[in-house]
């Protein structure tokens, strides 16, 4: 555990090339209308009980997402709203500094800390070259804790945001159909609606009406299949009731799937 971390960016540009960048509903929104592609990513947690109060890492998990029914087998789903581009990233000038710097998304206002609670900050996870590490910058963590006061409260606005977005997220993936999801831990399930329809969708969503040709959302969340590129977790998930898909790792079928799955493991057939 890094005990003390002191750092200042070096406009080295690392962290803002081949990203799918997390962005709040609001953050999406203004992403799409700057021309640029959203994907979404979804992944589904088996939900049988409540968890235990003490029980934090299902806590955060819970905040961040909606029930869902896959088969009959409860679930959760968590949704997650991303910037995808491969290379540098559209809003990043030649000279390495921000386009929209002062409308940046709170995860990079947040970079390089964690917002997830539960995962620490590497630094050797990061792209920030050591010089950015140097003893003697302004100091980012004492004693393992982010001391930063800024980067805590971007970081309290970003879980906010997320708790506050769930019912939006479940709303549009109603109204796209979206109904796919990879096992939590094990991977994403990546759906890339176009722009124009997924802007439509979004604001109908945030508004919390239908869109314009499109189906209405589901209230009920019903109809959520599992997908995952290992064989022996779907016929363990199908065996207690649940919808599953077995994929491969990167497979992308418009006609029969109509999503991407990035998978965190090899896949395997038994």
């Known amino acids: 555990m890094n005990t003390n971390l002191d750092f200042a960016c070096t406009m080295c540009g690392n962290c803002c090339h081949d990203l799918r960048l997390p962005l709040t509903v609001t953050e999406a929104l203004a992403w799409l209308a700057r021309g640029d592609d959203v994907q979404i990513l979804c992944e589904a947690v088996p939900w049988l009980e409540e968890p235990a ?46 386009g929209i710097y002062e409308e940046r998304p709170l995860v990079c206002r947040v970079y390089p800390a964690e917002i997830n609670p539960f995962i620490e900050l590497t630094p050797a996870n990061k792209g920030c070259p050591p010089e950015a590490w140097t003893p003697g910058l302004p100091p980012l963590i004492r004693g393992g804790k982010l001391v930063d006061a800024t980067t805590m409260s971007l970081i309290e606005q970003s879980r906010a945001a997320d708790a506050n977005d769930v019912a939006v997220k479940q709303r549009l993936c109603g109204l796209l159909g979206i109904d796919a999801a990879a096992l939590s831990n094990e991977g994403f399930v990546v759906h890339s609606p176009r722009r124009e329809d997924l802007q439509a969708a979004l604001l109908a969503a945030c508004e919390g009406r239908d869109a314009l040709g499109f189906a209405a959302a589901d209230e009920e969340a019903t109809g959520w299949r599992f997908v995952s590129n290992r064989r022996p977790t779907v016929d363990a998930l199908v065996s207690v009731g649940a919808l599953g898909i077995c994929v491969a790792a990167g497979a992308a079928d418009d006609e029969v799937a109509g999503f991407e799955y990035l998978g965190f493991y090899p896949a395997t057939d038994a």
Not at 78 to 97: W, Y
């Open 53 to 98: 109060a003490d029980n934090l890492p299902a806590a955060h998990k819970r905040r961040r997402s909606f029930a869902a029914q896959s088969g009959s087998l409860p679930a959760r789903i968590v949704v997650i709203l991303t910037g995808a581009f491969v290379g540098p990233c559209p809003n990043l000038q030649s000279d390495m500094r921000c």
